[in-house]
């Protein structure tokens, strides 16, 4: 059974950060293409960061110098650090997984930014 768990959402002021945490299970991890999408209120589900199984790294140019995500394939685990938060950030993050023409999302973790 595949499983991606996400964890590390929360309620933060604008200005601070948070580390988004998510563990896979049931799949290869190391040959797998991670990503983080978000989706905020009355929007659709937008790319926000990419690391490749070879570990290159891509963003959205709204987050690009503010996040910074990571993996650890000895932990199969992908990590989104978020710094600099804005408003404009909140959303539920969602962790997802590709590979060898499967694809699987996690249930997300909820981010909301405000003083």
């Known amino acids: 059974q595949v499983q991606l768990v996400e964890s590390g959402g929360g309620l933060v002021q604008p200005g601070g950060s948070l580390r988004l945490s998510c563990a896979a299970s049931?799949?290869?991890?190391?040959?797998?293409?991670m990503a983080w999408y978000r989706q905020a209120p009355g929007k659709e589900r937008e790319l926000v960061a990419t690391?490749?199984?070879?570990?290159?790294?891509k963003y959205v140019d709204s987050v690009k110098g503010r996040f910074t995500i990571s993996r650890d394939n000895a932990k199969n685990t992908v990590y989104l650090q978020m710094n600099s938060l804005k408003s404009e950030d909140t959303a539920v993050y969602y962790c997802?997984?590709?590979?060898?023409?499967?694809?699987?999302w996690g249930q997300g973790t909820r981010v909301t930014i405000s003083s």
């Open positions: 690391i490749s199984r070879g570990g290159i790294r």
């Open positions: 997802n997984g590709e590979g060898w023409g499967t694809n699987y």
């Open positions: 049931g799949i290869a991890f190391n040959i797998y293409d």
